[in-house]
């Protein structure tokens, strides 16, 4: 949820950003369908607990990440509360395509290769349309790519951070 946090942040406090850094996001809000998605998945979740989203195969980490049981074993420790309202929440969020031509600050996407959530064309779509940004992609790495390529993803991040502004 950082990349929306990212968004809101700059559309109500702009004066205030020197960089962006927009990784494993999208600029698009969600469809209906997908909002409805959002609000019965809140529904188990209140129901079943947070075990409820770990039923499915992740779609978080590429196909046989070996991170897959720490990363499950964080979302267990989650309120069941909490991650239903961020399910809604997510649902709810702006769409920032309209936004993104206006992004005046040295902005970094960074996005895993095989990212299911936040795919590279989601990626591309934001580094096309932001004036001043640079496109990284993670290989071997899906929408955690900081947890699955944690060297690669410094890496990346550390050089964006020391490019001038």
């Given at each position: ?15 205030r ?49 070996p ?51 936040t ?47």
């Amino acid at each position: 949820m950082g990349g929306y946090v990212a968004f809101s942040i700059w559309r109500r406090h702009r004066a205030r950003v020197e960089r962006l850094a927009l990784i494993d996001t999208k600029a698009e809000g969600d469809t209906p369908e997908a909002k409805e998605n959002r609000i019965r998945l809140a529904a188990l979740i209140r129901e079943h607990g947070v075990d409820a989203v770990l039923k499915a195969p992740p779609k978080w980490l590429r196909e046989g990440a070996p991170q897959w049981p720490a990363v499950k074993e964080l979302i267990r420790t989650q309120r069941r509360e909490a991650v239903a309202q961020a399910s809604v929440a997510m649902g709810g969020r702006h769409d920032s395509i309209a936004d993104l031509g206006a992004i005046a600050v040295p902005t970094a996407v960074i996005v895993g290769e095989a990212d299911a959530i936040t795919p590279l064309a989601n990626a591309k779509t934001m580094h096309e349309g932001i004036p001043h940004s640079s496109l990284t992609v993670i290989p071997d790495a899906g929408h955690l790519a900081n947890i699955e390529a944690p060297e690669a993803f410094d890496k990346a991040l550390r050089a964006w951070l020391k490019r001038p502004s």
